[in-house]
């Protein structure tokens, strides 16, 4: 009941590409038991920003009134990573009594959002289902890669082809900032002429682990 919202949220986008990207907004009216209403869109081309520095951007909405007031940083962070399995930093020693001493009772309350970090072994997935048919033979096959996901952090793996039994061999790190999190894992089947099938999920929450 406001046309002049305040939400505050922050979210953190891993980038892929070294020249940035389009981040897409849209804003909508949330209508109880029915279809919501589109209010407006706009987009931030993030080659536009330089780094290492906060941009209050005041963005015009298309396609509607009033304007969305955003703070955009562009910076290098090294808590959300990708390694193969042959590469893993917790199997050494010192670094294991780093991270111990990090996440010591004696400095729990230095740094209240570092709450500590995860690292998730993707080796292999089994048995997946077919989603391509191919040949005259209809050779059944399908080409995964898998998606993780926690939070607004999101790495995938490569693509397998022509594999229903695929071995990927990659850690994933990621910064927990709220222990209520839950990890999510999706297989998808590749596809270059349309959008990637759905091959199946799981869902982890931190606390279970």
């Given at each position: 009941k406001t046309l002049n919202p305040q939400w505050r949220e922050q979210f953190d986008f891993h980038l892929y590409e070294e020249r940035g990207g389009i981040i897409d907004i849209t804003v909508w009216d949330k209508d109880a038991g029915k279809k919501d209403d589109?209010?407006?869109?706009?987009?931030?081309?993030?080659?536009?920003?330089?780094?290492?520095?906060?941009?209050k951007l005041e963005m015009p909405l298309e396609e509607g009134e009033g304007c969305l007031v955003l703070l955009v940083t562009l910076t290098a962070s090294a808590a959300v990573t990708i390694s193969d399995l042959s590469v893993n930093s917790l199997e050494d020693q010192k670094e294991r009594e780093e991270i111990l001493k990090r996440y010591s009772p004696m400095m729990m309350f230095r740094n209240m959002?570092?709450?500590?970090?995860?690292?998730?072994?993707?080796?292999?997935?089994?048995?997946?289902?077919?989603?391509?048919?191919?040949?005259?033979?209809?050779?059944?096959?399908?080409?995964?890669?898998?998606?993780?996901?926690?939070?607004?952090?999101?790495?995938?793996?490569?693509?397998?082809?022509?594999?229903?039994?695929?071995?990927?061999?990659?850690?994933?790190?990621?910064?927990?900032?709220?222990?209520?999190?839950?990890?999510?894992?999706t297989v998808y089947d590749e596809d270059r002429d349309r959008s990637a099938d759905f091959l199946g999920k799981v869902a982890i929450p931190l606390l279970s682990v």
């Open positions: 589109f209010i407006g869109r706009c987009q931030v081309d993030l080659s536009t920003l330089s780094k290492e520095q906060t941009h959002k570092d709450v500590g970090f995860l690292q998730v072994k993707v080796i292999r997935a089994e048995a997946l289902m077919a989603a391509d048919v191919t040949g005259k033979d209809s050779f059944s096959k399908s080409d995964p890669f898998c998606v993780v996901e926690l939070n607004n952090d999101r790495l995938l793996t490569h693509t397998v082809y022509k594999n229903l039994n695929p071995e990927w061999n990659k850690i994933f790190t990621f910064n927990i900032k709220d222990i209520h999190s839950v990890l999510e894992v």
